[in-house]
């Protein structure tokens, strides 16, 4: 993750830095360089964890050989079976589950796996994690609604401590209603960058290709 970390710091900077947007002047700076290393690290780091795993997985696969095959042609025992290599979970992993999709279409190739790898695990931890802490600061902040809030944990859970499931989410309205606000006043990411590949009638004004603009 500090690969990734040091990619972010990067293109936060270019972001910031009205000259480093300029591809040319970009290209012959120090940032361009250190992009480009920390970038192919990361890369042959997300190669070498599917790889391992895919092998991981085709040796757990071969012990499994003897269950019957499914309709489909495809044997789904070990992906359901609770005594592979993950036995304490009852859903596969994310990773597993696109090695799987790349098994059944040929089209699905490794940078494609790598791509949805790198999206989640760049933008899924720093995001949860900035989300969980301002919802924590607006509970210090507005005790009436913690306390509302623990009103209906205990309505549902009582003295028990047993993991939350679909069913207890369905009637966790407003603690529901206290993280979506949490996500409307802090986002975790407030804006989207797009690019413009034809040009565009907004009205009375025309945004002409290309054009790159940040939306907030």
Not at 11 to 33: A, T
Not at 131 to 148: I, R
């Amino acid at each position: 993750m500090s690969q990734c970390n040091r990619v972010n710091r990067i293109h936060m900077e270019r972001f910031l830095k009205p000259w480093l947007q300029i591809k040319w002047i970009f290209k012959l700076s120090r940032l361009s360089r250190l992009n480009t290393f920390h970038i192919a690290a990361s890369r042959a780091f997300y190669d070498q964890v599917i790889e391992d795993r895919r092998q991981l997985l085709k040796e757990e696969k071969e012990k499994h050989s003897n269950q019957p095959v499914a309709g489909d042609g495809v044997n789904n025992s070990f992906y359901q079976d609770n005594n592979n290599v993950d036995s304490s979970r009852k859903r596969p992993a994310l990773l597993d589950t696109l090695l799987k999709a790349s098994e059944e279409n040929p089209n699905f190739t490794d940078v494609q796996i790598r791509d949805e790898v790198s999206l989640f695990m760049t933008a899924g931890y720093e995001t949860t994690a900035f989300t969980l802490a301002m919802f924590f600061y607006l509970m210090a902040k507005h005790p009436g609604h913690q306390q509302l809030v623990v009103d209906e944990l205990a309505e549902v859970f009582g003295d028990s401590d047993r993991p939350c499931t679909s069913n207890d989410f369905a009637q966790l309205k407003y603690l529901d209603c206290c993280i979506k606000e949490t996500m409307r006043l802090y986002p975790g990411v407030p804006l989207m960058l797009r690019t413009i590949l034809e040009d565009i009638q907004a009205g009375r004004h025309t945004i002409f290709n290309p054009l790159y603009f940040v939306c907030f």
